[in-house]
């Protein structure tokens, strides 16, 4: 038998096997058994450190457009097997990180969403050898 983690229900917060509340089930959203859950990749406490740390470096810019930034972003995401660590995380600004969604800097370049800072990213995170 496998480990289901207890988490809360979004409706009633009772603490359920992996959020399946049998009272609210759910309609899309959180999938527990995405890869990050499983592998277990994610934990918010360190994300928050990552992202702290992304938007110190940057000086409070986002790393995509130069804009304002208040989010920090996972350069290969989760759900591509990307992790949480420094040199995969960047500071966003919210519409960078909502138009890039859950695609790695390499495939937003090339759907032509990218704003002009982020292809110059992407090339020099390429001669740096860094995940794109």
């Known amino acids: 038998m496998t480990h289901r983690p207890l988490r809360p229900c979004g409706v009633c917060s009772q ?5 399946d509340c049998p009272r609210h ?5 959180y999938r527990p058994r ?4 499983v592998n277990g990749t994610y934990s918010s406490r360190v994300w928050a450190m990552l992202r702290r740390a992304a938007l110190a470096a940057s000086g409070g810019r986002c790393d995509y457009c130069g804009g304002p ?11 591509k097997g990307g992790t949480s660590s420094p040199e995969n995380t960047l500071a ?4 960078c990180n909502t138009s890039k969604g ?9 759907s032509g969403l990218a704003p002009e800072p982020a292809v110059r990213l ?11």
Request: aromatic letters at 2%; one cysteine or more.
């Open 92 to 95: 966003a600004c919210a519409r």
């Open 122 to 132: 992407l090339a020099q995170r390429i001669i740096d050898r860094l995940p794109v």
């Open 34 to 37: 995405r890869p990050s859950v």
């Open 102 to 110: 859950n695609r790695t800097l390499q495939q937003w370049v090339h």
């Open 25 to 29: 089930p759910k309609r899309g959203g």
């Open 69 to 79: 930034a208040n989010t920090g972003d996972h350069v290969v995401p989760h759900s």
């Open 15 to 19: 603490p359920v096997p992996d959020g």
